[in-house]
Structures are given as structure tokens and as C-alpha cells.
């Protein structure tokens, strides 16, 4: 083979590749052109969905955004009198709208978890209408952020792995039987598990980071079993970046959404084709650089930022002393 040939053959190569990423790239870029396929789960108007971890942040935004969409809400968390409250408010700005709640501690999780089917029920019987349709599993975090493994306790590693894993998979068990019950029209539920770009390997988070890897494994298996069982439920898992939120009292920027924002974007994510999906478009940009560039190069990045976040932690607590 002469040069000439050779390098034809490269160039050939070469726009064959780019013609691919291009085409992946529009491809991903348009799932946020489509249209939100989540009223396809409350065909009637009257059914519920639940959020857990819904008394702050990304949880009320996902009440807010739910209840604005028609459906009615229960509100998930460990504090009755801060649920009520939020109750109160969603009653306040969305008459039309049903409500409930559940008081469930997510750490130290046992068996008392089975009863919340039992209370979702006696929620909507209390109502009378409609049917749960939408488990939005948003409760989560991390209990001592911005430190390295050695130094957390038993407990610590233990109330991580119950905020972000266990508790998600034991009330996704409990209440899938309740999802698949017939909805008259179109699918019988959704469930919806919020991810993370620490999935991809935080240091300085090992444990949460770690949850977060198992949430995008158990969402990929739950949404392969639901479809082989045929049970009328999807399953998505939503990947977010920076949110600003009254525990992460940060600046709002276009790449670090308030907490409504991303609620409002992660639910127009319904029914675009993907199991797991970046809620939002500008988090989607940032996430691209993970899967272009190599690890040592954003670890050389994330690892300095990592460190300006427990050095300013260290000072916070000092000042508290």
C-alpha cells in the first residue's frame, strides 16, 4: 500500500469518527427537545406520586413541580413538624391538589418500612380517588462530607450507605406492587432514582460516592426486571451535578440550578428513551468531559476542588467550636 492510499484510509477513518461522536452527541443533545411523556401516568388527573426526603431541596422542588402538573403528593421525611409545614404550602399554592405524609427515619432503616404500603393506602382511601403512579427517590446525602475514609465511624458509613441505598431499594420493594397496580390507560407507574456525578468516583466521599455507583446499577436491573416481568412500570434513574439548596448554600449559576430547577428539568426527562439521564442540559455538558477525557486529568481537578470544599468544612467547624 502506497502513502497516498494510507492516508486516504486515515482520513476515511478519521471522519468516520467524527461523524459518529457527531452524531451521539445531536442524538443525546435532542432528549432535551422532547417532550415529557409523565402525563401518561395520571391519565385520570387524581393519581399520587411520592417523594422521599421531600421537607428541603431537590425533594420540595419535586413536590412543587409534581403538584403543578396535576398530580396529588406525599411527602416523605423524618420530621413531622417540618412536613406539615411543607404541607401547608403546597396546600396554599396548589388548592387543587391533594396531600399526605409519611414520618419514616431513612437511617437505621428495618422492617417497619413495610407499613408505609400500608399508609400509602390509607392516604388515597382517605382521599378517595386515584392510585399511587410516581416514586420519586430523592432522599439522600452524605453525613460527613469532605473527609477521608480512616476518619469516619461505623455509624457514619452505616447511616451513608442507609440515606442513599438501602433505604431507596427497600421502599422501591414496597411499594412496586402498589406502581403496578392497573392505571385504566397507558403505563401503571414510574420510578424515578436520583443519581449522581459522584457515581463516577469522589475522593473525599468514598462511601457516598460508592451509594451512588449502586443506585445506577439497581436502576439498570430494576428497569431489565420490570420490563421482562411486564409489570406496567418504568424505571429511570436522573444524574445531577451542583444544586443549590439550603444544605449546599452555594451561588446560582446556569451549571448550578436552584433546586425547583432541576426538579422541573428531571421530570421533563420522562419517557426520552434512556434508563439513566442527565436531568439537566447543562449538567449533561459538564458530565461530557468524564467520558471524553481521561480519569487522571479530572481527578487532578476534582481533587483540588474536593480539598478547597474540606478545608473550608475544617474552618466551618472550627468556627463552631
Known sequence: MDI??????????????????????????????????????????????????????????????????GFNVILHGRNREKLVQREKELNTAFPAQKTGIVVLDVVGVHDGVDDVAQQVRGIIGTQGQGKLSVLVNNVGGETRPSVTLGTLKYADVNATIDKNARFMAQITRVLLPLLSEGNGQGRSGLVLNVSSISQYGMPYICVYSATKGFVDSFTM??????????????????RIG?????????????FVPVARTLAKAGLDRVGCGKVIVWAYFWHWLQGLSFEIMPRWILMHVTIGRMMAIKKREEEKAFKGQ
Open 4 to 69: 497516498s492510499s494510507w492516508t486516504s484510509t486515515l482520513k476515511t477513518i478519521g471522519l468516520a469518527t467524527l461523524s459518529y461522536l457527531g452524531y451521539k452527541l445531536i442524538r443525546q443533545a435532542s432528549i432535551y427537545l422532547l417532550p415529557s411523556k409523565l402525563p401518561r401516568y395520571n391519565v385520570s388527573g387524581k393519581n399520587w406520586a411520592l417523594v422521599t426526603g421531600a421537607t428541603d431541596g431537590i425533594g420540595f422542588g419535586f413536590c412543587q413541580e409534581l403538584c403543578s402538573r
Open 221 to 238: 436491573a430494576l428497569e431489565a426486571e420490570c420490563s421482562a416481568e411486564g409489570c406496567g412500570v418504568d424505571v429511570m434513574g436522573l
Open 242 to 254: 451542583e444544586v443549590k439548596t439550603a444544605g449546599y448554600n452555594v451561588d446560582s449559576t446556569l
